[in-house]
């Protein structure tokens, strides 16, 4: 717990100091609360997870910003034990998408290698999002031939998505795990916090190492990449996705345009270097294909800016000078084409106005 402690000591120094140096007071500040959001994080996963009496909790959300978060999505996530067998519920809400992703990989604290499997409402026609209901989906996981999903010898942890188009007025999946051949309860040992606490200290280690993020060529979107057929950490193995960076003056926008193939949801967000959302209950700082008012071709223009510059796909930059950019598609019909962009004056941004 000692060497925890002073790891958290060491990041405060380390953005305090600035090594790696911070644009601004606003980064600094964000640093801070990054810090303990992994903390959390790291916590509820590995100090408090337990594999034979698993349940599902937020890894994601307003308080808890990390690891590329968004506001129309939640995410949980639950310990597994790759020789036992679970049963998963969920009970359908508003979500347009949704998915149960299984990870493989180190046990240790370390971000997971690969995808194990999934199940999502694709593999479940009958609980297709549809907008809401009582109905319940309900399959297993285990290391038997008869599961529904096959826990291969690595795998380590289950995480739930699933995005609304309205995430304020919607309503979320409500998902439960049980352990259908779980032991009783063991005696904890100090050996076994000690594992523990471990592990937690290297998640962190490990997060520190990815943020701060250098932004790149500013003022652009890079080529979006394919549906991967592997992916790191705990990103989803079905969508597309597209990166890019905003760097602006105050009086500055930056239009965006482009068009989405068909798909069962897309969306925009803005992040900091330590790749979480700004403040959406004051401002939208995301945007998705609910949201967004297309032209009459089915194309769209997403304006991104400080000040509101009266367009109604305005996403607002809340005080960041600069920022990251990233577009996901879930099952898109094809890899999407690459957004255009152009740095104009927010006063020549407006709806209706030649841009």
């Known amino acids: 717990m000692r060497d925890l402690l002073d790891l958290i000591g060491s990041l405060h120094e380390r953005f305090s100091s600035g090594d790696p140096a911070l644009p601004d007071e606003t980064s600094v500040l964000e ?5 303990f959001s992994i903390l959390k994080v790291g916590t509820d996963v590995y100090l408090w997870g337990d594999t034979q009496r698993p349940r599902f ?4 959300g307003p308080y808890k910003k990390w690891g590329g978060d968004n506001a129309d999505a939640f ?31 180190p046990d240790d604290g370390r971000y997971s290698e690969r995808i194990v499997g999934s199940f999502n409402d694709r593999d479940d026609p009958a609980l297709a999002p549809t907008g809401g209901g009582d109905r319940v989906t309900e399959f297993t996981m285990g290391p038997g031939p008869d599961a529904d999903l096959r826990l291969e010898p690595d795998a380590v942890a289950a995480i739930t998505r699933d995005y609304l188009l309205d995430p304020t007025q919607g309503r979320r999946m409500e998902w ?3 352990c259908l051949d779980g032991a009783d309860e063991p005696v904890f040992t100090d050996a076994d916090l000690a594992k523990r606490f471990r592990a937690v200290k290297t998640w962190i280690e490990d997060q520190s190492k990815i943020t701060p993020l250098t ?25 597309s996705y597209a990166m890019g960076a905003y760097a602006l003056a105050d009086d500055e926008a930056l239009v965006i345009r482009g068009r989405s193939p068909e798909c069962a949801f897309w969306n925009l967000c803005l992040w900091n270097r330590f790749l979480h959302t700004y403040n ?9 294909g609910g ?28 005080g960041h000078p600069e920022g990251m950019l990233w577009f996901r598609w879930f099952y898109p019909a094809a890899t999407p084409d690459r957004p255009t962009t152009a740095v104009v004056s927010v006063g020549s941004a407006g709806a209706g106005s030649p841009i």
């Open 176 to 178: 439960s795990i049980e």
């Open 280 to 288: 959406s209950d004051y401002d939208r700082v995301t945007i998705n």
């Open 215 to 239: 932004l790149g060529e500013p003022n652009l979107v890079q080529e979006p990449y394919p549906v991967p057929k592997e992916t790191f950490g705990w990103a989803a193995g079905d969508a």
């Open 31 to 35: 640093a801070y609360r990054w810090i």
């Open 57 to 60: 909790i937020d890894i994601v």
């Open 75 to 105: 995410y949980q996530f639950a310990p597994v034990d790759p020789r036992r067998t679970y049963r998963v519920k969920g009970r359908m809400g508003d979500a347009v998408y949704w998915s149960v992703t299984v990870y493989g990989g």
């Open 291 to 318: 949201q967004v008012r297309y032209e009459d071709d089915g194309s769209w223009t997403i304006v991104v800016s400080a000040q509101d510059p009266g367009h109604p796909n305005w996403v607002a930059t809340q």
